[in-house]
């Protein structure tokens, strides 16, 4: 990612519950105290997925916190939004999601030249023993990183 890019909220459980096949990069609309709240960082998004709808992508349980400094006229903080892609991206997405098992999940979320950001995956899940074999390459790298780091000194 370039130098103008501030990440806001990353998805770990993601990375670590599905294979990640492609990803995204795509706007999102937002209402304007959305927009406030997401630059302070109040979003959840640990079980949010993405669904194809009429030819447009709608992200679903994204949960944007209410603005704290708002009046009245305050977004909704459950509603479902839309997502910004193109529409050859769009086709070329729903056909990948129309395969068995894989699914549209947001990986994580960025300001880019002061405009909020999502990276969308299409993702298939993880079995039990794949997760397990995560689990080992991950100790395997932190070890080895930590008899790298004590031969240095």
Not at 49 to 76: C, D, L, P
Not at 87 to 94: D, G, L, P, V
Not at 100 to 120: E, S
Not at 123 to 147: N, P, S, V
Request: with cysteine; charged share 35%.
């Amino acid at each position: 990612m370039s130098e103008n890019v501030k990440i806001i909220a990353q998805n770990k459980k993601a990375r670590f519950n599905y294979f990640v096949e492609e990803s995204y990069e795509c706007g999102i609309e937002l209402e304007g105290t959305e927009v406030k709240s997401v630059k302070a960082g109040n979003v959840s998004f640990p079980d949010s997925f993405a669904e194809i709808i009429n030819g447009e992508v709608w992200m679903r349980n994204f949960h944007i916190s209410e603005y704290k400094y708002s009046s009245v006229f305050n977004h909704n903080p459950d509603r479902k939004k839309r997502l910004l892609l193109h529409k050859e991206e769009i086709k070329r997405i729903q056909r990948k999601v129309d395969e068995k098992g894989f699914t549209l999940i947001p990986l994580d979320f960025y300001l880019k030249n002061g405009r909020v950001k999502l990276t969308l995956g299409v993702c298939k899940g993880k079995k039990l023993y794949d997760k397990r074999e995560t689990i080992k390459q991950r100790d395997l790298d932190r070890d080895m990183a930590r008899d790298f780091r004590k031969d240095l000194s």
